[in-house]
C-alpha cells in the first residue's frame, strides 16, 4: 500500500491498536506482516505519521476491524474467495487478529471446495505454525480433519479432533472465542460419526454446536442444517 494513500485515511478511519506483552498499548494503521514484523504508520508527537516495525513475537493481541472486502463473502463462490482472501492472507497472516486467522480458514476451505487438497493442507498447517500454543491450533485440527475426512479417512480424522472434543468438554465456561473455535471441531466429529452410522452420536454432536457453540453462526447453522437432513433421513432419531 502507497504511502500516499495510506496518510490521508489516517483521518478518517479508526486506529488500529496493537496490545504487547509487556502491556504498552500502540495506535496506528497496520499494514501488513512481513519477515516476523508488523509494519505500522502511527502519529509522531509533532503530527506527523511514521511507519515503524514491531516485533509479532512482542504482540500479545491485535483489535483491528476486518477489512470491507472479507466481510462480504458469506454467500460467495470458492473462487471469488480465494481471489479475494489471497492478498489479504499474504500481507497480514500471522497477525494475532481473529479475522485474519478466519480468513485464512475461509480460504482453506474455498481451496478444498476447489479440490485443491494439498493448498488447503498447506494453509492449515500455517495456521499452527504461525500461532503456536494459541486456540487458533483447534482450527488447525479441525482444517486438517475435515481434509481427511474428505479423502475418506474416517478414523484418522476422529482421532484428530477427539483430543479438541475431550477439552470442549471439560471447560464449563468456554469464552465466545473458545466456543466458536469449538464447534469447528464438533462439526467434523458429527460428521465422521455419522460417516460410521453412528447417528445417534453424531446428532448429539451438531445439537452441541447449535446449543452450545453457537458463537460461531456459520458453524452453528450448518450444524442445524446436518441435523435436520439426519433427522429426515432416520425418522424417530433422538439424543437420550
Known amino acids: ?9 489516517l483521518q478518517v478511519v479508526a486506529d488500529d491498536q496493537i496490545i504487547k506483552k509487556d502491556g504498552t498499548v500502540l495506535t496506528g494503521q497496520i499494514l501488513g506482516v512481513d519477515n516476523g514484523q508488523v509494519t505500522v504508520i502511527s502519529h509522531a ?3 506527523s505519521a511514521v511507519k515503524l516495525p514491531y516485533y509479532l513475537s512482542d504482540i500479545q493481541t ?6 470491507d472486502a472479507a466481510t462480504k463473502l458469506s454467500d460467495a463462490n470458492p473462487a471469488t474467495v480465494m481471489v479475494t482472501l489471497e492478498p489479504l492472507v499474504k500481507q497480514y497472516a500471522g497477525l494475532p487478529a481473529d479475522w485474519v486467522v478466519q480468513a485464512m480458514v475461509q480460504l482453506a476451505d474455498s481451496y478444498a471446495a476447489q479440490n485443491q487438497l494439498d493448498r488447503a493442507q ?6 499452527d505454525t504461525l500461532y503456536p500454543g494459541s486456540n487458533y491450533h483447534f482450527q488447525a485440527v479441525a482444517g486438517l480433519a475435515s481434509l481427511s475426512l474428505k479423502q475418506g479417512k474416517i478414523d484418522v ?12 468438554n ?21 460428521q465422521a460419526l ?16 447449535k446449543t452450545m457453540f453457537y458463537q460461531n453462526t456459520a458453524c452453528a447453522a450448518q450444524a442445524d442444517a446436518l441435523a435436520k437432513k439426519l433427522r429426515d433421513a ?3 432419531l433422538g439424543v437420550e
Open 1 to 9: 500500500m502507497a504511502l500516499a494513500l495510506v496518510f490521508p485515511a
Open 45 to 47: 508527537s509533532n503530527g
Open 62 to 67: 491485535v483489535k483491528m476491524a476486518t477489512p
Open 122 to 127: 498447506a494453509m492449515y498447517t500455517q495456521i
Open 157 to 168: 480424522a476422529l482421532a484428530a479432533v477427539q483430543p479438541v472434543i475431550d477439552q470442549a
Open 170 to 190: 471439560k471447560d464449563i465456561a468456554p469464552s465466545a472465542t473458545e466456543g466458536g473455535l469449538y464447534a469447528n471441531a464438533f462439526l467434523v466429529y458429527g
Open 194 to 209: 455419522e460417516a460410521q452410522k453412528k447417528n445417534e452420536q453424531a446428532l448429539e454432536a451438531y445439537l452441541t454446536v
Open 234 to 236: 432416520n425418522p424417530g
